[in-house]
């Protein structure tokens, strides 16, 4: 047992509850203004986690969003090549009978932004949500394969 390092035993740092305050991650600590200016219960949907990748045929945009309906997101282009998403997830109405033991879910709004390369087809947009996940999906340019023509080099052999 001496080998099992102290904060094991503290009751508020047990690495086997996956919700103990052992690891909390402050997202706004290194940023210039207080924590506090943020409440902790909208910590994890400020951030709204995305993937962005590209494919021969187009620019994919994937954004897990658990518990939002579609209504609740806005997917919009803004300075011509900004792709913008957006949404909240309100707080549950209290009940005043209820006795609430744990919250964990997060609400609150969110805002990503991402400026789209130069052939991105901004007017060819499409989204989709299913299961929480929003796809976004900007069709690429065709990329045009210049014309080669050979030219018949003249001269003495």
């Known amino acids: 047992m001496a080998m099992i390092p102290s904060f094991f035993s503290n009751p508020r740092s047990n690495i086997f509850d996956p919700f103990s305050s052992f690891d909390l991650w402050d997202p706004f600590k290194d940023f ?24 021969p045929e ?23 090549r900004v792709l ?11 009940d005043k009978n209820d006795t609430w033991h744990r919250v964990e879910r997060s609400s ?14 901004i007017d060819q947009v499409k989204a989709s949500m299913e299961n929480g996940v929003l796809t976004v999906t900007v069709p690429k340019e065709e990329i045009k394969k210049p014309d080669v023509r050979s030219i018949e080099i003249s001269g003495l052999s």
């Not at 210039?32 to 995305?50: C, G, H, K, M």
């Not at 658990?66 to 997101?73: A, C, H, T, Y």
């Open 32 to 55: 210039p203004f207080p924590s506090s200016l943020v409440p902790r219960e909208n910590y994890a949907f400020v951030n709204a986690r995305i993937d962005w990748k590209e494919t």
């Open 84 to 94: 913008q998403i957006s949404g909240e997830r309100n707080v549950e109405k209290e």
């Open 108 to 121: 609150g709004k969110f805002l990503r932004r991402f400026r789209m390369p130069e052939n991105a087809k």
């Open 58 to 80: 187009a620019h994919i945009v994937k954004a897990d969003l658990p518990g939002l309906r579609k209504e609740e997101v806005r997917v919009e282009i803004e300075d011509g």
